[in-house]
């Protein structure tokens, strides 16, 4: 787990004000707010259908907000870039908030080299050669160093899932989005992805994860927050939301994981 900054000498990186989202008439956030600061990781827990997922698609705008902002390091982000102004455009965000899914979302017709180096090539112009160095640091750092040359059907999914975040990782970001990562693998490949994400952890990522790994989240967490019908119902440091929570919805969903 992070060390804790003393107040006010993190940086606020990424700010959701009020968000709601609604998919036909039925409303799925109501009203959020959620701060992440620089090196904080944040872990997002809470039954199947709270919100957790879409949450955390706002916060990257894949999901656009009905009402409320979200703002990076300040600038709040919209539809449209405005260079002098403080309008911060979504391109321009998802350069310094990356995003992993569930699901792998690799190109199938391209290497594993070829998968990290195209969001530095495409989206950041960077040389050919220097997007390669970049992406053999970062899978190096997943331990796919060997793998640079497979494709994804050559690859176990908790292998696919470590070429997705270092792709992420890829265009250096400041903060990484981390959306259920480890619920599409067999139960025998989880540890192998959360591995490297306590790694990141530990080299002061700034990160939101959800997860239903309980345990895990306890570990490597500063903030945990719960998520339940749309709302956050609780939050604070993992050693008191998990093992001295005030919310009793938040006792019950715990008692599964604790016996």
Do not use: W
């Amino acid at each position: 787990m992070n060390s804790v900054a003393m107040p006010g000498l993190r940086e606020t990186v990424l700010e959701a004000r009020g968000i709601t989202k609604r998919f036909g008439a039925l409303t799925v956030l109501h009203g959020i707010d959620l701060s992440l600061t620089s090196g904080e990781v944040v872990s997002i827990i809470g039954p199947s259908g709270s919100g957790k997922s879409t949450f955390i698609r706002c916060m990257n705008m894949l999901e656009v907000p009905d009402t409320g902002e979200v703002l990076f390091r300040g600038r709040r982000v919209g539809p449209t870039f405005r260079g002098t102004g403080q309008l911060l455009g979504l391109g321009e965000l998802r350069r310094h908030v990356g995003m992993v899914f569930q699901h792998f979302n690799l190109f199938p017709h391209m290497t594993v080299l070829e998968n990290v180096i195209e969001g530095p090539m495409t989206v950041q112009r960077k040389p050919r050669g220097e997007a390669i160095d970049i992406a053999m640091d970062y899978i190096a750092k997943v331990g796919l160093a060997d793998k640079r040359d497979a494709r994804p059907d050559q690859l176990s999914g908790g292998q696919k899932q470590r070429v997705a975040i270092a792709r992420a990782l890829a265009m250096q970001p400041d903060a990484l989005l981390l959306d259920e990562i480890t619920s599409a693998l067999d139960p025998e490949l989880v540890g192998e992805v959360l591995g490297v994400v306590r790694n990141l952890a530990e080299q002061g990522m700034t990160m939101v994860l959800v997860t239903h790994e309980i345990s895990f989240a306890a570990g490597v967490s500063d903030r945990v927050v719960f998520m339940e019908t749309g709302r956050i119902a609780e939050q604070g440091s993992p050693d008191r939301i998990l093992h001295n929570p005030d919310n009793e919805r938040l006792k019950t969903f715990l008692a599964r994981f604790h016996g």
